[in-house]
Antibody, heavy 122, light 108 residues
Framework: QVQLQESGPGLVKPSQTLSLTCTVS??????????WSWIRQHPGKGLEWIGYIYYSGSTYYNPSLKSLVTISVDTSKNQFSLKLSSVTAADTAVYYC??????????????WGQGTLVTVSS | SSELTQDPAVSVALGQTVRITCQGDSLRSYYASWYQQKPGQAPVLVIYGKNNRPSGIPDRFSGSSSGNTASLTITGAQAEDEADYYCNSRDSSGNQVVFGGGTKLTVL
């Protein structure tokens, strides 16, 4: 059973960089075939895809966040990470990591972390 | 703004059938997937692809698609089905991922 767990600071100051890590257990990121993703949810709002990384390091980002986002992978630790720079209060959200599956004409997230609330405040 | 459009709220009487829809141009090319999210919990995949259910998802959940509209149908809704439901798909370019705005399902 694959499990994902987010970790990182729950409070970030405005203009600083939000950094989160997702640790994957029960499966290897290096095995390929999956797109390791970050998704966020603003309080009381819907889901927003941030981006994903393939084990090889290839990344795709939401165009609305692309200039501020970096997703990286550390296959030796079976982890992938999110950095979001120059944060504002609008970046306060629950951040989820998830495993994405791209198969032909479908894309879905089959495993999710429990989510971590990040608050941007001074 | 989302490229996938969902009705904000839908209600269904206990035991009845409800259809939740998701509209978007990308759905003409790609299948939608559906997630159930209960308060304070992470989303759970309930339907993916043409009409596939992950292990553990009751068979009262089913999916379908026609043109630019994907649908999630719950046949015989139960009280525990009350939740927010989100659709997702690849966007028209094929590389990005998009979510619908979500539908809050109330079971009366």
């Amino acid at each position: 059973q694959v499990q994902l767990q987010e970790s990182g600071p729950g409070l970030v100051k405005p203009s600083q960089t939000l950094s989160l890590t997702c640790t994957v257990s029960g499966g290897s990121i290096s095995s390929g075939g999956y797109y390791w993703s970050w998704i966020r949810q603003h309080p009381g709002k819907g889901l927003e895809w941030i981006g994903y990384i393939y084990y090889s390091g290839s990344t795709y980002y939401n165009p609305s966040l692309k200039s501020l986002v970096t997703i990286s992978v550390d296959t030796s630790k079976n982890q992938f990470s999110l950095k979001l720079s120059s944060v504002t209060a609008a970046d306060t959200a629950v951040y989820y990591c998830a495993r994405g599956v791209r198969a032909g004409w479908v894309y879905y997230f089959d495993y999710w972390g429990q989510g971590t609330l990040v608050t941007v405040s001074s | 703004s989302s490229e996938l459009t969902q009705d904000p709220a839908v209600s269904v009487a206990l035991g009845q059938t409800v259809r939740i829809t998701c509209q978007g141009d990308s759905l003409r090319s790609y299948y939608a997937s559906w997630y159930q999210q209960k308060p304070g919990q992470a989303p759970v995949l309930v339907i993916y692809g043409k009409n596939n259910r992950p292990s553990g998802i009751p068979d009262r959940f089913s999916g379908s698609s026609s043109g630019n509209t994907a649908s999630l149908t719950i046949t015989g809704a139960q009280a525990e089905d009350e939740a927010d439901y989100y659709c997702n798909s690849r966007d028209s370019s094929g590389n990005q991922v998009v979510f619908g705005g979500g539908t809050k399902l109330t079971v009366l």
